[in-house]
């Protein structure tokens, strides 16, 4: 499985971005897929989760009600909507995927095997 994300950029405080994740390879509908951060000088941090095949989610309490994952199957394209952003979100996001069924406690990135390049997110005061 190749993870392929895009649409970082520079926003101000209180903007939005939708970040995009193409995958390719072969998935299965229990495969977990997940957004995870990491800031200059700190350790990746976990973001939301997803079943490929649609189901329950999981965010991390920093992001709930602001950031929603979702993905469009027929485009093999996993997506994470960023809301009412802050300049604490400025981060290299990342997609990555798991063969494994969705947990909620699916937190750790050594629990995923695929990942994505990384995209920019810049959030401004």
């Known amino acids: 499985v190749q993870l392929q994300a895009s649409g970082g950029g520079l926003v101000q405080t209180g903007g939005s971005l939708r970040l995009s994740c193409g995958v390719s390879g072969r998935t299965r509908s229990y495969y977990t897929m997940g957004w995870f951060r990491q800031a200059p000088g700190k350790e990746r941090e976990f973001v939301a989760s997803?079943?490929?095949?649609?189901?329950?989610?999981s965010y991390a309490d920093s992001v709930k009600g602001r950031f929603t994952i979702s993905r469009d199957n027929f485009a093999n394209t996993v997506f994470l909507q960023l809301n009412s952003l802050k300049p604490e979100d400025t981060a290299v996001y990342y997609c990555?995927?798991?063969?494994?069924?969705?947990?909620?406690?699916?937190?750790?990135?050594?629990?995923?095997?695929?990942w994505g390049q990384g995209t920019q997110v810049t959030v401004s005061s």
């Open positions: 997803d079943t490929w095949g649609g189901g329950p989610t």
């Open positions: 990555a995927g798991s063969p494994r069924p969705w947990k909620a406690t699916m937190t750790r990135d050594n629990e995923y095997e695929y």
